[in-house]
């Protein structure tokens, strides 16, 4: 009994170490995939990016729309990118301007003073994350009042 003892308090203070040394190998051997998403100097609909003077300040919002939502009409004075978690997204500049993203898509958000609203238009809630690189203090999404 007390060599079972012995072997079972020898076990439990082997095997973590064992396991620790078999992570770090793991972690030596293998290297990150890495994917440019977005890369871009101008929005989905052409507008040019330019930062506003400040102290600079980044933000990532984690949205979550229900089918049928839409935003109000707005406009973005700071560069932006997103990606579409799930669900589908209709962007609207104007009729003849718009775009549709679904699940896995990433886009340059529209900047400046271009008018927009984006809509969720699937079958289930549109999940998108979106990073604003902008200024401290300066709202990142400004409505416009029709």
């Known amino acids: 009994m007390r060599r079972f003892l012995f ?3 020898g076990m439990g ?22 994917e440019t998403l977005v890369s871009a100097t101008e929005s ?3 507008d040019r990016y330019s930062y506003p003077e400040g102290q600079a300040q980044i933000i990532l919002l984690k949205i979550t729309a ?3 939502f ?16 799930k669900g589908k997204l209709e962007c609207v500049v104007t009729a003849d301007n718009t ?9 340059a958000t ?6 927009h609203y984006c809509e969720s238009i699937g079958d289930e809630p549109a999940v998108v994350f979106v990073t604003y ?8 999404t400004i409505p416009i009042n029709k």
């Not at 203070?13 to 890495?34: D, H, R, W, Y």
């Not at 775009?99 to 886009?107: E, H, Q």
Request: with cysteine; proline share 10%.
């Open 66 to 68: 229900p089918v049928g």
């Open 110 to 115: 529209t900047s400046g003073e271009t008018p």
């Open 7 to 9: 072997l079972t308090l």
């Open 70 to 85: 839409r935003t109000p009409v707005h406009t973005h004075p700071q560069p932006g990118v997103a990606y579409l978690s």
């Open 44 to 46: 989905w609909n052409g």
């Open 133 to 140: 690189a902008g200024v401290e203090g300066q709202q990142f």
């Open 99 to 107: 775009k549709v993203f679904s699940a896995g898509d990433s886009f």
């Open 13 to 34: 203070m082997l095997l973590p170490t064992v396991g620790c040394n078999l992570q770090k190998e793991v972690s030596k051997n293998t290297k990150p995939v890495i």
